[in-house]
């Protein structure tokens, strides 16, 4: 069966697989976000042995990153690298085993963990060997982009690639690192570092590489305009390779960690400050003179404003690495801003940009402007609303408790907030829900072109 | 083809393997970084406190299926597991986390939010009793908690019809309360807890409003609305240890007035801050000190002997001498004449002839203390035992011997040997 006619680079079929899936964990993590919210104001709200909120909350955390954001950017890779290579991907027919892997390993493996098979480290909970099928299906397409890029028509390599290069290269040793290393080596304070560096290599070793390598191609493709700078591209791609190793113990500032790794961590996180300056400078100088698509577009709209998410969630996850904003805000809603800020307001929100300018071409339908119109401001304002409030959480909880407040006296105080963060989330995770209807139910049209 | 290679091997394993190395294994292989020994707070032979250096103990096979549950239901996403020296921690929950606590922990369970509380000392904080109602259903003991409820750890009671742990829950009790046991004793000598003293407050409307409502948000599952001890807690879960105190009666156990007497606003402020260690009563030394104050006078108003015998005289705890072998082998000769051991067995382990049929004015059994186990409900402190035989344990066998003694240097000598048998042999 062919998937695309002649001439054509691009699998359609297996990019709007991927992006199928991903519409479904689009509509599925959130939900359970919204439930473990709620959970804050209703604790025994659904609440049995295996939907509490110890259960749910690592469903919600690993649906996000492994099911909503890495599904939909792995399918974007399929519409990425062959559009940057000038061939067709390297073995189409694997394609389809790497999709079904990603994703069945996905959901039997979140299933597992409702039913209690949880190996105890955050966001490598997914009980063991479940995680193998990931991997095997990343190597699938790791093999799959080198060999496209080892026989491509262009000369050069756009920077795109480079960080769907390192992105491959970095999370495919990582998960063996975090899920078949860190849970059998090194016991005690030990096993805390290592388990550190991994948390944040999952953040910084695979979303952002992967969202940048998102933005760095549709934004100029969807703006139809040059990329403003190639050089700064590079300064960040290597500012980020270099820094972004280092940064995981910033989890576990003030324990027994030895403080000196503390301290390299907090430096590196506060050089991160340098790639975030160096990508959001590039995607504003982009779309220079050429502010017009940020109105008409929904692509151009969504990716400057998960800029604008990034920006404030790169710069407050600096801020929040230092010992002294630590002290408060470590342990609250504050940190919860951050990644919610980031994760969602930035990658999340990139990923499905992208899709805008995707799906009608590989599938020919075209979605409803009104409903995409709702849908982006129920996203922009439910993702600010919500890191607005969590950040206040986060301050004003941090704040009372170093003064000494009881602690439940700090979760009451707390409890209107959560309310407001919960309409918040329910607002934004309808905006995102309706995205992924809007584009399943486009009608379909010709004369689209590819 | 050659700068997708540099990139992939550069960047991607390059700098990943360079952090690795320089945070996770060169620390690793340091050995400055991994000192072993924890600060542990001991008892001497001579019933004193004092802190050395030793090893932590890998965990029990029970203990190691509790700390699975943990994992399994998540507790760890909503509790840390280690106490920074910054924000007041170390006196909200007791000293600071040392390296070598967390020898046997694989994996780790730091943990990166606080919804509850920090666990790192959370071991010996509460009695099996409050963590049994307390996993049955948080909001039963914490009427604001957002805790879920862990039904599936309980099973029903044939004998009493109530819930009890199965053996899953008797095992995550097992792992909770090791928890911080490898610092030792050191509860008995925190001194924001054991120490707690404050003024009293008068009776006005405003403060037995404002108790009221603390007691509704933190009492009153055990100790019930009416005051009777006959909280939802107690009806639905059975406790082994010590029924809630009925203050109806009067009746309280720990106090400096005279046997008989109610006690002073003083004495409810110690026993409300330090808790009473073993049974479910809960310490609230973390609580505002208003509103401990104006919960006593709450509490007060559930008996008229607050108003109609107003409390006896308080008796004098002189400052207890530096205990030495003497004082020790002069206290067990005064234990043995004062007939405790009748009581509480000959070497203190609370198993005397008469103790299999003590019981207390409200008709339940009563064992009386175990002075091996270094638990101590009224409190650790030498004064604190000194103040306990002196008036006795209203409402309980434990007479007060207030008269037997000719001069407090017997009573401290008794004091001594009571706090010397639970000294850490060998440890």
Partial sequence: MKN??????????????WMIWGFFWAIFAPAIGILLSL?????????????????????????????????????????????????????????????????????????????????????????????????????????????????????????????????LVWTGINLVYGNFVVPYAAPGVNNAALHGLFLHYVVGLWI?????????????????????????????????????????????LFSPIPAWTQTVAIVASVMLIIPVWTVVVNFFGTLRGNWSKFHDDFTVKLIIFGAVMYFIGSTQGSVEALRSVQKPTHFTDFVIAHSHATVFGGYVIWVLSACYYV??????????????????????LGISGMVFILTLQGLIQGTVLMEGAEFVDSIVSMKPYWLLRTLAGITMDIGIALVGVNLLMGQRKTGIEP | MKSARVIALIAGFGFLFLALAVQGIFPYVMKEAGPKT????????????TAIGSAARPYTALEAQGRAIYIREGCW??????????????????????FGEYTHDLPHLFGTRRIGPDLTRVGGKYGDDWHAAHYFDPRMVVPDSVMPRFTWLFTKDAASGKQVLNEEGKALVAFIQNIGMSRGKWRDSFPYQILATGASS???????????????????????????????????????????RDFTTGAFKFRTTPSGSVPLDSDLFRTISVGIRGSAMPPWFNLPEEDRRDVIQYIKTFSRDFEEFPPGPPIEIPRPPKPTPDLISRGKKVFEEMQCKECHG???????????????????????????????????????????????????????FKDAFTSPDDGWAITFYVLSLSADRGK
Wanted: charged residues 15%; aromatic residues 12%; glycine residues 10%.
């Fill in chain 1, 4 to 17: 695309h006619s002649e001439g054509e680079l691009v699998d359609n079929k297996i990019v709007s697989t």
């Fill in chain 1, 39 to 167: 959970k804050f104001n209703y604790p025994d709200l659904l609440s049995t042995q295996y939907s509490h909120f110890g259960r749910l909350r690592p469903v919600h955390v690993n649906g996000v990153i492994f099911g909503v954001f890495s599904t939909i950017f792995l399918g974007l890779v399929y519409y990425m690298v062959p559009k940057l290579t000038g061939v067709r991907m390297y073995r189409e027919a694997w394609s389809k085993y790497a999709v079904w892997l990603w994703n069945g390993t996905l959901l039997v493996a979140l299933l597992s963990v409702l039913f209690g098979y949880n190996k105890g480290l955050e966001v490598a909970e997914l009980p063991n060997p479940l995680p193998l099928g990931l991997i095997a299906s990343l190597a699938i397409i790791g093999v799959q982009v080198f060999m496209s890029i080892a026989r491509r028509n262009e000369e050069k390599i756009y920077v795109s690639l480079w960080y769907i290069i390192a992105a």
């Fill in chain 1, 208 to 252: 952002t590489p992967a969202g940048l390598s998102v933005v760095y191609f549709f934004l100029p493709v969807a703006a139809r305009s040059p990329l403003y700078s190639h050089k700064l591209s590079l300064v960040g791609f290597w500012s980020l390779a270099f820094f972004y190793p280092f940064v995981g113990i910033h989890h576990y």
């Fill in chain 1, 359 to 380: 799906w009608p071409r590989v599938t020919g339908a075209v979605f409803h402007e009104s409903i995409a119109k709702t849908s982006t401001w129920m996203i922009m």
């Fill in chain 2, 38 to 49: 924890v600060t542990r707070t001991v008892r001497t032979e001579v019933g004193e406190l």
């Fill in chain 2, 77 to 98: 996403y909503c509790h840390s597991m280690y106490l920074r020296p910054v924000a007041g921690e170390d006196r909200r929950w007791g000293p600071v986390a040392e």
């Fill in chain 2, 202 to 244: 008068i009776q006005t409307e405003v403060s037995l409003s404002h108790g009221k409502a603390v007691y509704l948000r933190r009492c009153v599952g055990c100790h019930g609305e009416k005051g009777d001890g006959k909280g939802s807690a107690v009806s639905l879960v059975l406790f082994r240890v010590a029924q809630p």
């Fill in chain 2, 346 to 400: 000959a070497e203190g382990r609370g198993d005397g002839p008469s103790s299999n049929t003590l019981k207390d004015d409200f008709g339940n059994r009563i064992p009386p203390a175990n002075f091996t186990t270094g638990i101590f409900k009224s409190g650790p402190r030498p004064e604190d035992i000194f103040r306990t035989f002196m008036t006795g344990l209203n409402g309980t066998p434990m007479p007060s």
